[in-house]
């Protein structure tokens, strides 16, 4: 409901001040009370209807958001082919899938383990390091 601004006319504006001046924008605050109001209500309601819904959304965000390591059983296995495979540790798209179906990962995670496996623990050996700059760049002396 809005509420009348009594005491203001045009005289009053054009004088440049009134002793009403301060409650010129009382229309503008009961109007916004009722909206608040209407909008807790509508809040509560919504919230009744769909709380369920809204906790058990809250539960499966949580653990998508989970952090930590891996289970130990999955560890094992990938350092089981880690261990295998330690001079060439890049494993193909069907070992991947192997390793996911062995592990319960799915495969990003079986990647990111082998990117964060390598860089904190692969050193790959001189001879490699050339061959692969070989391969790269071609043999760095041409025989003459």
């Known amino acids: 409901m809005l509420v009348p601004n009594v ?9 440049g001040s009134s002793k009403d001046d301060d409650i010129s924008g009382g229309d ?22 769909y709380s369920g819904y809204i906790s058990s ?8 958001k989970k952090k930590g390591k891996l289970p130990k059983e999955a560890r094992q296995i990938l350092l089981e082919w880690w261990n295998i495979h330690y001079k060439w540790p890049y494993p193909t ?3 991947k899938l192997a390793l996911a179906e062995s592990t319960g990962l799915d495969q990003k995670q079986i990647n990111n383990w082998f990117i964060n496996q390598r860089k904190r623990h692969w050193k790959p050996s001189e001879n490699m390091q050339y061959a692969v700059m070989d391969d790269l760049y071609g043999p760095f002396f041409m025989g003459d």
């Open 7 to 15: 005491g203001f006319s045009l005289a009053d504006d054009a004088a």
């Open 28 to 49: 503008v605050e009961v109007h916004e009370c009722q909206h608040a109001g209407q909008d807790r209500e509508l809040k509560d309601k919504l919230r009744r209807k």
């Open 57 to 64: 959304l809250k539960q499966e965000f949580s653990k998508k």
């Open 93 to 95: 798209e069907a070992d």
